[in-house]
């Protein structure tokens, strides 16, 4: 059992299973630790739920829902110190569960295109056509695309770091995939499309 003189305080800090086993523990350590947990995992998790292409608030629901999951089952996990990825996971099913509940995911993305207010009828016009048909092209990219393009252009920027672990995969695979996203991307808008 971890107590309050045990749990350290160094650069690195205690491991993720030291925090989950003190999560059982007296009260000051046990809100230390869950403290230490939160300012760890939340901005990977909150990366992942905004994969999906969901609001700020849905977001921040999914994480909420996935540490509510970690208070209520953190004596049963296998492995303690994958608590992240565990959280990550709790996050990503609920919000594949949530795709599925609505059939269609609202699209948040950067790549929307909104013209100003004084534009000229003819400028508005084009705009929209072509925010349209960016908008019909990304919707048609594969689902592991989708996400990989968001991720990319979240607003604020997330390090090529950040956006491996929220995916899963290894930071070297990013920049080769990215290439052939947008090269999907590319081939799916219509013919004579300029960016």
Known sequence: MVSAETLPTGET?????????????????ARRAWSLLVARHSARMYAVARSFGVDPSTAEDLVQ????????????????QAVGAWLCMI??????RLTVRRREIPLVSPLELRPGVTDPADT???????????????????????QLLQLLLADPALSYDEIAAALGRP??????TRRRCLDTLRRLLPPGFEP
């Not at 800090?13 to 009260?27: F, I, Q, R």
């Not at 829902?65 to 303690?80: K, V, Y």
């Open 124 to 146: 508005r016009l084009l705009r929209d056509e072509r925010a349209a048909a960016l908008r019909t092209a990304f919707a048609r990219l594969g689902h592991d695309c989708r």
């Open 91 to 96: 996050v990503r099913n609920e919000a594949r």
């Open 13 to 29: 800090g205690p491991s993720d299973g030291e925090l989950v086993g003190a999560l059982a523990g007296e009260h000051p350590v």
């Open 65 to 80: 829902t996935a540490w509510l999951r970690l208070l209520d089952r953190a004596h049963q996990l296998r492995d303690p």
């Open 171 to 176: 930071r070297g695979s990013l920049g080769p």
